[in-house]
Structure formats: structure tokens, C-alpha cells
């Protein structure tokens, strides 16, 4: 039984009661069952204790014999453990879930959190960048954290070295978040421990794992897509030209929300991701001004009066996995070995520069397309 790739439009209705709680614990925590799968059993099956009733039956559909669900035991135990450092489970649906995250397709369906959850209703800006950061990318970062925390906004980011201490150290004092790779009460990395636990007193750290997990290299670009989901925008600060930071840049183009990065010089490898997304069409940061300028417009007023003269432009649809994919073999099927002019690709796929720039960053990364001098593009070898 794999996970398939198939969401709701309509998150599932969150439990009420203790019991119902226990189940969508149980239900997640069963084996091959990740967000996409839980909200397509939840939809067909309509509670959790009747998906998990079904879904020995479900994996044998799929091949998969002898079954077992998540032990009732295993669950226990993680909520005894939560209960003990004083973590709260948030439910998809919840009055006090992430709202933007609420919003991805892959929406995690329960997150525990240690903190302040009130943090959670004010409006979010991801900063991610190096782990070996540069001592100008750490200063960078600090006054952009503590600047836009100024303005009212919570930082949002990964607890790793660098850039994310940075960021999270400036922003302590008006809000952030810590979005965890392992267990909520495990602290990574080590060195981090004292700012953990400062953030668990006035911010507030959040991770879909379970309690107790050692965080593991694929539990990363995992935790990318929360930070990403979570956020109005993401701000690169420093980011190698293939680094995790970058992978959390994708996930904020497929999530539809907005990239920026802090430019650098061009002889420093810390720097030569934010660069490569600035050629490639993320806005240019300098300093909190040109973040804030970036967002949407929130003001109530201004809302109103768009409502009422229609004025006001719809955003582009958020470009779904499918269709990210779609793009990303049509570019492919376009190049070869002779290389090609990048306008003259976006003609002949007859789509925007906004959506193949980004698609071509990605396959980049991937190495499955060399750019070269003037903007000449070719099939990797």
C-alpha cells in the first residue's frame, strides 16, 4: 500500500472528543498511512475508528498481507509523553491550526506543539537559509527577523545552524516558530537547546513526528513544505546553489506562495542559490520594506473596496504536484543535446515566463538541465 497522490478539496472534520483524537492518532501513525491517504480514508470511511477498521482489509486490496494497525499501546504512550513536556495536538480543522496551512494539498492532519498557540493566528514570514552561513548572511538575517517582528509579523523556521538560529534569536521577543524535523521534544541540533527552550517560553515549536523521534535526513524536506505552508513568504537568505533551503523555495512555488532572496557576491557558493533564484525571477530583498511590499494586501479597507468595484486582480492558482509535473516533461521533451534560447522554449510551450522560470530552477537543481552563457539551455549529459 503506497501513498497516493489524491487530496479533498475540504479538510476533514475535526474529532471532538478524546476518543476521536486517540483514533486519528492511531490512524496516522499506522504504517504507509501519510496525510494524503488519512484524508482520503477519513472522506471515504467518514470517522477514524471506521478507517481503521477498514484498512487491514484496504492494504490487502493493495497486496499487502498480515496488516496490523498502529498498536492502541504505541498511541498511549505518545500521549503520555506529550503530556509530560506539556504538548498540546493541534487537528486539521482546528480553530487554532495554521490557517495557510490548512491550505496545502498535503496539509499535515495533527501537529504537536509546545509554546504559545495564540502566535499561530498572527501572519507568518518563513526565513531559511545556510547552515554554514557567512557572518554578513547571520547579520542580514537578524535585521530582517527583528524588523519585520517590529511590523507584527511571527518568523518562521527550522531550529537548524546558521541562518534559521539567526532568524529565530532576533524574533524571540515579538514571535517565532521553531518547525521541527523530529519530535517536538527533541532538540536538534544539540547546540540549540538553550534556544529551543527559550522558543517553547515565548514562541512556540511545532512537528507533525511523532513524540520521540530522532529526526532522520528524510524527515527534512518534510518539515520544508510545513515552514513553506505555514508562511505568506519565504526569504532566502543564504542557500548553496543545491541545498535543503532551496527544496523549501519549490515547495513555496508549488504552494503558491512568494520567494525572495537576499542577493550575494557572486565568487561566494553560499550565496549562489539566492542568486540563482533572483536571475530566475524571486523578488530582490535589501531590507524588511521590500518584504512587506511583496505580501498581498491585508488592509480591511482596501479589501472592502475591491469587493465592491472588482478591481482587483485574482491571483494565480496554485500550480498542483500534476501539473508541476506536467511542465517539468513538456520542458524536457522540448530540450536537447543543441541547446536552445529560454524565450524561445517559452514560446514553443506557449506558457508564461512566471511559471516555466520557476520549473526550470527546479530541473536545474535536479541536474537535469545545463544553463549555459546567454541564457542557453541543453539536456544534462
Same mark, same amino acid.
Given at each position: 500500500m503506497t501513498e497516493e497522490q489524491h487530496s479533498s478539496n475540504h479538510p476533514p472534520l475535526p474529532p471532538t472528543t478524546e476518543e476521536d483524537r486517540f483514533s486519528w492518532l492511531r490512524l496516522l501513525r499506522s504504517r504507509r498511512v501519510g496525510p494524503t491517504t488519512f484524508r482520503r480514508l477519513l472522506s471515504e470511511h467518514g470517522k477514524a475508528q471506521n478507517a481503521l477498521a477498514a484498512l487491514p482489509e484496504v492494504a490487502r486490496a493493495a497486496g499487502e498481507e498480515d496488516y496490523e494497525i498502529c498498536p492502541a499501546g504505541v498511541i498511549t504512550a505518545e500521549l503520555k509523553a506529550a503530556k509530560a513536556v506539556k504538548a498540546r495536538l493541534l487537528c486539521l480543522g482546528d480553530a487554532l491550526y495554521p490557517e495557510f496551512l490548512a491550505d496545502i494539498s498535503d496539509a499535515p492532519p495533527l501537529l504537536w506543539a509546545i509554546g504559545d498557540l495564540s502566535i499561530l493566528q498572527r501572519p507568518m514570514i518563513a526565513m531559511v537559509g545556510a547552515r554554514n552561513c557567512s557572518s554578513l548572511g547571520a547579520r542580514m538575517a537578524r535585521a530582517l527577523a527583528h524588523d519585520l517582528g517590529a511590523k507584527d509579523n511571527v518568523i518562521v523556521s527550522g531550529l537548524a545552524r546558521g541562518i534559521d538560529t539567526a532568524a529565530h534569536l532576533a524574533s524571540l521577543? =515579538?514571535? =517565532?516558530?521553531?518547525?521541527? %524535523?523530529?519530535?517536538?521534544?527533541?532538540?536538534?541540533?544539540?547546540?540549540? %537547546?538553550?534556544?529551543?527552550?527559550?522558543?517553547?517560553?515565548?514562541?512556540?515549536?511545532?512537528?507533525?513526528?511523532?513524540?520521540?523521534?530522532?529526526?532522520?535526513?528524510?524527515?527534512?524536506?518534510?518539515?520544508?513544505?510545513?515552514?513553506?505552508?505555514?508562511?505568506? %513568504?519565504?526569504?532566502?537568505?543564504?542557500?548553496? %546553489?543545491?541545498?535543503?533551503?532551496?527544496? =523549501?523555495a519549490r515547495d513555496a512555488l508549488d504552494q503558491g506562495r512568494e520567494v525572495l532572496a537576499v542577493p550575494g557576491h557572486p565568487f561566494d557558493a553560499r550565496a549562489a542559490g539566492c542568486n540563482m533564484l533572483i536571475r530566475d525571477g524571486a523578488q530582490l530583498v535589501r531590507n524588511a520594506d521590500d518584504v512587506i511590499a511583496a505580501l498581498p494586501m491585508q488592509e480591511p479597507e482596501q479589501l472592502a473596496l475591491d469587493q465592491v468595484l472588482q478591481e482587483a486582480p485574482r491571483p494565480a492558482p496554485k500550480r498542483s504536484l500534476q501539473e508541476t509535473a506536467q511542465l517539468h516533461t513538456q520542458i524536457l521533451n522540448r530540450l536537447g543535446p543543441s541547446p536552445v534560447a529560454e524565450d524561445q522554449l517559452i514560446r514553443d510551450l506557449q506558457a508564461s515566463a512566471g511559471d516555466v522560470g520557476p520549473a526550470l530552477v527546479d530541473l536545474e537543481l535536479d541536474g537535469k538541465i545545463n544553463r549555459q552563457a546567454g541564457g542557453l539551455l541543453s539536456l544534462a549529459h
Open positions: 521577543k =515579538t514571535g =517565532t516558530v521553531a518547525v521541527m %524535523a523530529g519530535g517536538v521534544d527533541v532538540i536538534y541540533p544539540s547546540e540549540n %537547546a538553550g534556544l529551543a527552550n527559550d522558543i517553547a517560553q515565548q514562541g512556540l515549536r511545532i512537528s507533525e513526528q511523532p513524540m520521540g523521534m530522532r529526526p532522520q535526513a528524510r524527515h527534512f524536506p518534510r518539515r520544508n513544505r510545513i515552514i513553506s505552508g505555514m508562511s505568506q %513568504a519565504v526569504v532566502v537568505v543564504e542557500a548553496a %546553489a543545491k541545498s535543503g533551503s532551496l527544496i =523549501t
